[in-house]
T-cell receptor, first 115, second 112 residues
Framework: DTEVTQTPKHLVMGMTNKKSLKCEQH?????MYWYKQKAKKPPELMFV???????INESVPSRFSPECPNSSLLNLHLHALQPEDSALYLC??????????????FGPGTRLTVT | KNEVEQSPQNLTAQEGEFITINCSYS?????LHWLQQHPGGGIVSLFM???GKKKHGRLIATINIQEKHSSLHITASHPRDSAVYIC??????????????FGKGTKLSVIP
């Protein structure tokens, strides 16, 4: 199984809502990543977990809260978002430590719209 | 920080044409990735290179470490190849820590 799955595929939420994005992989990968991608731009790194511990937080606002409950699951909890947070949120995973020279496997993304 | 430049930004080709997309970077790397993203979709890893050349079907990727340059070639292009192609480089920061830097992508449109 070389797949990274993400749910939901699409999410529309108001600025006062609380929602969560979910990412799952069963490849035994120990590094998992959240990226944010705006239209016609490359992905921007948000968070990295290595061996279930947060290893990189790219100065992301606290309205985004990551969680890694186990080695296969990665969540991104959303609260009080702004319309400019509307984007495609991509999850990825790879072997070993963050960004070690192994292939990154990406999920299909969650298209988030904040109204 | 590694600077990654891709060219061209946009490319339109007729079906069957041979296509080349280029990527150059400023600092020595551990590995270079070529990624494909279809409109509105997730990202697929095409190649990971640290030296030489790799081939998969109609796709060929090459890297010249000395010149800090990589190319992605598509032979006999097809409309289904239409996508954004992204170059990304992994650099060792030190103490077992790495960084991944993305290029801005090349949008390819293949016309029947």
């Amino acid at each position: 199984d070389t797949e990274v799955t993400q749910t939901p595929k699409h999410l529309v939420m108001g600025m006062t809502n609380k929602k969560s994005l979910k990412c799952e992989q069963h490849m035994g990968h120990r590094a998992m990543y959240w990226y944010k991608q705006k239209a016609k731009k490359p992905p921007e790194l948000m968070f990295v977990y290595s061996y279930e511990k947060l290893s990189i937080n790219e100065s992301v606002p606290s309205r985004f809260s990551p969680e890694c409950p186990n080695s296969s699951l990665l969540n991104l909890h959303l609260h009080a978002l702004q319309p400019e947070d509307s984007a495609l949120y991509l999850c990825a995973s790879s072997q070993e430590v963050a960004f070690a020279p192994y292939e990154q496997y990406f999920g299909p993304g969650t298209r988030l719209t904040v109204t | 920080k590694n600077e990654v430049e891709q060219s061209p930004q946009n490319l339109t080709a007729q079906e069957g044409e041979f296509i080349t997309i280029n990527c150059s970077y400023s600092v020595g790397i551990s590995a270079l990735h070529w990624l494909q993203q279809h409109p509105g979709g997730g990202i697929v890893s095409l190649f990971m290179l640290s030296s030489g050349k790799k081939k998969h079907g109609r796709l060929i990727a090459t890297i010249n470490i000395q010149e800090k340059h990589s190319s992605l070639h598509i032979t006999a292009s097809h409309p289904r190849d239409s996508a954004v192609y992204i170059c990304a480089v992994q650099s060792l920061l030190g103490a077992g820590s790495y960084q991944l830097t993305f290029g801005k992508g090349t949008k390819l449109s293949v016309i029947p």
